[in-house]
């Protein structure tokens, strides 16, 4: 992904306006002499964020952002979430998949940001996405060079793929193009080993339907199906 001039100039800022190293990058250690400064991780953080292809508005979630009503109405579903989410890279190697999906404006999204950037932090390379926008990486990697090299490195570098609103693809209906890329797509990814993470705004069952057959068994029979409850908190976190 290109860096953007005004996301340069926010990198460049976290070194410029470094009170430890003065923007040099290095400071000096009683201890072990010259190291290099903190600033330095959060840029590189901050270009891993960003490589990720996470929105910005959920790069930085902290799960204490949660409401206490939201916490109160979804405690099962919360604590299931966090044994999903402990150990990130044993979740690669099973293969696992997480399907999160409640009404909008629950969390879901924000949830999301927060496994993607603790998979940077446990080693792992995560990468965030749109169904529509999986099935138009599919569909335009025979002509597209930019596209087929995004859609190679999700295959055959990404640990962790979340794709948010998976059932949105196959309206107003399951047979168009875009929804058979998007099936096909699906099966690559299945082959390989990787944490999915989905979401969508209907229950999985009611997605399931609209699936191929091949694939909803595959998916009924691998996902961990997390619902939430509760009030839209589009401005509160939920």
Not at 213 to 229: A, H, M, N, P
């Amino acid at each position: 992904m290109e860096i953007g001039s005004d996301f340069y100039r926010e990198l460049e800022s976290i070194t410029l306006n470094c009170k430890k190293c003065g923007g040099t990058g290095f400071h000096r250690s009683a201890r072990k002499g010259r190291v290099q400064c903190t600033c330095v991780a959060k840029i590189t953080k901050a270009l891993a964020l960003h490589k990720a292809n996470i929105p910005v508005r959920y790069q930085n979630f902290d799960k204490r952002k949660l409401t206490s009503a939201f916490k109160a109405a979804n405690k099962r579903s919360l604590d299931l979430f966090k044994e999903q989410t402990d150990d990130i890279n044993a979740q690669v190697r099973n293969g696992s998949l997480l399907w999160l999906f409640s009404k909008p404006g629950l969390a879901k999204s924000s949830l999301v940001g927060w496994v993607l950037s603790r998979a940077l932090d446990q080693g792992a390379v995560p990468y965030y996405l749109r169904a529509d926008r999986l099935a138009g990486l599919r569909m335009d990697a025979g002509r597209d060079s930019e596209a087929k090299a995004t859609y190679q490195y999700i295959i055959d570098d990404v640990d962790v793929l979340a794709i948010e609103e998976i059932e949105k693809v196959y309206l107003p209906g399951h047979m168009t193009y875009p929804a058979q890329s998007f099936y096909s797509a699906l099966a690559d990814i299945y082959d390989t080993a990787k944490f999915l993470i989905v979401t969508s705004n209907e229950q999985p069952v009611e997605v399931l339907r609209m699936f191929p057959d091949y694939l909803g068994d595959r998916f009924t029979e691998k996902s961990v199906q997390i619902g939430f409850s509760g009030k839209s908190g589009r401005s509160s976190h939920a």
